[in-house]
């Protein structure tokens, strides 16, 4: 299973985009207009299509920045998300801290990422 | 305060076709669109065909919640504003008036039932969207930025003709300046064909589909189901004026009354149905001798064609005008039927055609003047009729415009 193209397929008929316009580095708001209803649905459809648990918040990044504010400036930044997102390497979460400042910073890679996590520990358990 | 009212855009996706020039060959070939339901295959449907609604819209999302009626209306919306000419930022606080009906498709809209429990795996989120009555409205706002006064009617078969009657009054008392009306649906799901079935509503015939649908005939025994949709711009006189708009007619008058009596049964003595035609003509400020044809609602069930043609042959006395039956060339668009057959009365005013009754053999009545040949006919005032289940009725009376 290429859960990219399973992602990649879900998105072309909720958005109604082209194919050619998701890569895994695509930004789901920033680039593919995605809107508050279009998340309810794609929670909808991950869940249906994986069989898996999903937690809208985690999965959509959703308290990123209250989590980043909340996090006391004796720790580290860093450190702190990543038990915060288990499901995202070190290197995407620093990629994510110098991203904030441009806008939403989902992207299609967090998804997969979120969906091999789950579905590892779903085979774990 | 009072403006004249004209129609100044149309967009008509119907079982004729889907723009003025191919209903009008339609209707000259005598090309209709009559198969058997692959639901249930003793029924007979008027499908549209070839039809795609993002030749209208382009890509939009929202085309996931908007279920075939919804569909039709939007497309034949976007069609009328593009036929109108019309700017966008006339659009801006234009009003937006919309006949709907209900979503029946069960088959595809349910969800599995087993021991009380919903298996709920196949819903969208947001699923509902696809019954709610205004979702219809939303995405023609959305695609066309029609943000002023705005209502979604959903009188059953009569609903689209009172969509296009509420428009009217607005831009008539001064309310609005331009405004959209129409409406749009489909009942041909294995939900829609069942639920009519069991009303005992549709034509069971054996013979060949394009012979069921005989509105006004002895032996007419149902009607036949059929599905579209049609919109139109409306304007006060001054504004389509001062833009240099073509103007298609004027709306002169319209009434809505309700029987009061029956579910689905029209009153016998057709009492508020009469009142309706009554009140259309005083407020059009015009005679009954002036009416040179009605566009009849004829639906080809016994009850609602015979008290129609009671109603018709009381109202306009011993000579009536000529009475075409739309429904016997499209099926039964629902709650459409009021606004594609205003559209296709208004392809046959511009090209001075009436249409023959199709299958019209041996007429409910000798003293009303059925349509029974197709002919060459100047008309300049039509009365368009529709009634409805719960015992609606709507009247519209327009008149050709002529520069």
Not at chain 1, 68 to 94: E, H, M, V, Y
Not at chain 2, 264 to 278: C, M, N
Not at chain 2, 391 to 396: D, I, K, P
Request: glycine share 8%.
């Amino acid at each position: 299973m290429d859960i990219f193209k399973e992602i990649r397929q879900i998105l072309v008929e909720l958005l109604d985009v082209d194919e050619k316009e998701i890569t895994t580095d695509t930004y789901l708001v920033r680039d593919l207009c995605a809107e508050s209803i279009d998340f309810l649905e794609l929670a909808v459809s991950l869940n249906n299509r994986f069989a898996i648990e999903i937690n809208d918040d985690d999965l959509f990044l959703r308290n990123l920045r209250l989590y980043i504010q909340n996090i006391p400036d004796s720790q580290d930044r860093l450190a702190g998300l990543t038990g915060r997102f288990p499901f995202l390497s070190t290197k995407r979460i620093a990629e994510i801290l110098a991203d904030l400042d441009q806008g939403p910073v989902l992207k299609v890679k967090d998804l997969i990422a979120y969906i091999e996590w789950q579905t590892k520990s779903k085979k774990a358990a | 305060m009072s403006n004249r009212v004209v129609i100044t855009g149309m967009g008509i996706i119907s079982a004729l076709g889907h723009c003025p020039e191919t209903i009008l060959r339609s209707f000259k070939n005598d090309q209709v669109c009559f198969r058997r339901s692959r639901h249930d295959p003793e029924i007979v449907i008027s499908p549209v065909c070839g039809f795609d609604v993002k030749a209208y819209t382009g890509r939009f999302k929202n085309l996931r919640y908007l279920n075939p009626g919804f569909q039709f209306a939007l497309a034949a919306a976007v069609a009328a504003v593009e036929n109108a000419g019309i700017d966008k930022a006339c659009l801006d606080l234009a009003g937006l008036f919309a006949g709907v009906g209900p979503n029946l498709d069960l088959e595809k809209e349910l969800v599995a039932i087993k021991n009380g429990q919903l298996d709920d795996s196949a819903l969208n989120a947001l699923w509902m969207l696809r019954f709610l009555p205004n979702t219809g409205a939303s995405a023609i706002s959305q695609v066309l930025g029609i943000h002023g006064e705005n209502l979604t009617i959903a009188t059953a078969c009569s609903a689209s003709l009172q969509a296009i009657g509420q428009a009217y009054r607005k831009i008539k008392h001064g309310y609005l300046d331009v405004a959209m009306a129409g409406g749009g649906d489909s009942r041909l799901s294995s939900g829609g064909i069942l639920a009519y079935r069991k009303a005992q509503a549709l034509c069971m015939v054996n013979g060949t589909p394009d012979t069921a649908s005989r509105p006004f005939d002895e032996s007419r025994n149902g009607f036949v189901p059929g599905e579209g949709g049609a919109f139109f711009v409306l304007e006060n006189i001054a504004h389509a004026r001062q833009r240099g708009a073509h103007i298609y007619a004027e709306i002169c008058g319209y009434s809505a009354t309700m029987d009061g009596y029956a579910m689905t049964a029209p009153r016998p003595d057709g009492k508020f149905a009469r009142l309706a035609i009554q009140n259309v003509l005083r407020e059009a400020n015009i005679l009954p001798e002036q009416i040179d044809y009605v566009s009849a609602h004829g639906t080809g069930t016994q009850l609602n064609d015979q008290v129609e043609a009671d109603v018709i042959a009381d109202v306009f006395g011993g000579r009536t005008p000529y009475v075409i039956g739309l429904k016997s060339w499209i099926g039964h668009v629902s709650a459409a039927c009021g606004a594609v057959e205003l559209g296709l009365n208004l392809v046959l005013l511009g090209n001075e055609l009436l249409p023959a009754i199709r299958n019209l053999k041996h007429p409910c009545r000798s003293d009303v003047a059925f349509v029974n040949k197709t002919m060459a006919f100047a008309a300049e005032h039509v009365l368009i009729e529709n009634f409805g289940f719960g015992g609606q009725n709507a009247a519209l009376v327009i008149r050709k415009w002529k520069s």
